[in-house]
Structures are given as structure tokens and as C-alpha cells.
């Protein structure tokens, strides 16, 4: 079964600095997708990023980015410029397609505050 | 577009009676998830729907939870008699053919569930 450690449950950055978000998974699958959900207070899963294993490219948003280290089993998220509405919960989330079933497996969460 | 709509918002009920959540899943969505989400936890999948076939039900808790699709668009989520453990948000989402061929989920703004 694959699971997924986000290992630290509250971080905090100054506006306009930069926040880097941990992940590891782990999984015996070799081709699969990683994820970076955000939920804000309205509860909405918003999609951030998004990683296919088989790139060896980390996959950038604007101001997101993703450290993806396979060997590691690592995907990390860094936060650029943080601004205030990037104050939510963040999840990382992986998937492997198996017959139909795409479902996401979720971590447990990073509450990230971003400080006037 | 119109996103995923999920209705109701808030749910506050004693144990053992029974509750329903509703979801419309995005126009032309041929997939539909639902997850569990317990407070300081990252969703878990219930159930996954292609049309109105069940493609996983691994998680759900038989005994207790039903979900149906009849037409193949809207859902419901049904736990009965409900538990004081079932406190927990329920997520819908829907994707147009499968998760990750979509670019990912919607989701939507989910039903919060509190049992007394």
C-alpha cells in the first residue's frame, strides 16, 4: 500500500519570502503522479501542481515549484514570494492508475500561515 | 463552468440516525469520488464511480455506508445508523475520464458532518 509523510504539521513565512514544504511517499509502483493540493478555509481541494514520475523535469506554476527527488521518494513544494491567500492547508497526494482506479492518496497535511 | 455541488453544507446529527449527502458532479463528468476527510487528516477515498459502475469500494465501510449513481451524474452518500467516528468532512469530486488524464480532480466544497 503506498503511503505518504508530510512531517511537519505547521509552518509560518513572512510575505513575499520563500517556504519549502516537505513530502515522502512511499510506493513500490514505478509509474505514478504526484500532487500538491491546497484547501483553503472553504474546504475546496484546489490543485497546485502536479508531477509525473517518469519526468526527470521538477514541474513549476508561477510561483510554485516542486523538488521532485525519485530515488529519495521525496516531492517536496517551494513557495515563492508568498502572499497572503497562499495561508491554507497543503497537501501532497499520489496516485497510480490500476485498472480504473485513479484514486489520490493524501498525506496528513502542512497548516502553512503566511505573516504581514 | 459550473463546479462540483454538494449539498448540505453542514450536518449536525445524534448517533444512530441516519444522514445523506448529495453531489452533482461537473456536466459530462464520467467519474465520480467520494472521500472522508477526519479532522486533522488528508481525505480518504470511500467510493469511486465510472457512470453509474462502482470501479472501488475498497474503504467503504459496508456495513454502515451506501452510495449510489443511478443515472450516472449525481450521487448520493448514505451512513446509517451513523457513528460518533463518522464526524468527518465528506469530499466529492468529479474528473471527465479518470484523475490524472483530466489533469486532476474538482472538487467540491464538501459537507461537514458532526455526530453527537
Known amino acids: 500500500a503506498q503511503t505518504v509523510t508530510q512531517s511537519q504539521p505547521e509552518m509560518s513565512v513572512q510575505e513575499a519570502e520563500t517556504v519549502t514544504l516537505s513530502c515522502t511517499y512511499d510506493t513500490s509502483e514505478s509509474n505514478y503522479y504526484l500532487f500538491w493540493y491546497k484547501q483553503p478555509p472553504s474546504r475546496q481541494m484546489i490543485l497546485v501542481i502536479r508531477q509525473e514520475a517518469y519526468k526527470q523535469q521538477n514541474a513549476t506554476e508561477n510561483r510554485f515549484s516542486v523538488n521532485f527527488q525519485k530515488a529519495a521518494k521525496s516531492f517536496s513544494l517551494k513557495i515563492s514570494d508568498s502572499q497572503l491567500g497562499d495561508t491554507a492547508m497543503y497537501f501532497c497526494?499520489?496516485?497510480?492508475?490500476?485498472?480504473?482506479?485513479?484514486?489520490?492518496?493524501f498525506g496528513k497535511g502542512t497548516k502553512l500561515t503566511v505573516n504581514p | 463552468e459550473a463546479g462540483v455541488a454538494q449539498s448540505p453544507r453542514y450536518k449536525i446529527i445524534e448517533k444512530r440516525q441516519s444522514v445523506a449527502f448529495w453531489c452533482n458532479p461537473i456536466s459530462g463528468h464520467a467519474t465520480l469520488y467520494w472521500y472522508q476527510q477526519i479532522l486533522g487528516q488528508g481525505p480518504k477515498l470511500l467510493i469511486q464511480f465510472q457512470n453509474n459502475g462502482v470501479v472501488d469500494d475498497s474503504q467503504l465501510p459496508k456495513d454502515r455506508f451506501s452510495a449510489e449513481r443511478l443515472k450516472g451524474v449525481d450521487s448520493t452518500l448514505k451512513i446509517q445508523p451513523a457513528k460518533l467516528e463518522d464526524s468527518a468532512v465528506y469530499l466529492c469530486?468529479?474528473?471527465?475520464?479518470?484523475?490524472?488524464?483530466?489533469?486532476?480532480?474538482?472538487f467540491g466544497s464538501g459537507t461537514r458532518l458532526t455526530v453527537v
Open positions: 469530486a468529479s474528473s471527465l475520464a479518470g484523475g490524472f488524464t483530466n489533469y486532476g480532480y474538482t
Open positions: 497526494a499520489f496516485m497510480k492508475q490500476k485498472g480504473g482506479s485513479e484514486k489520490l492518496v
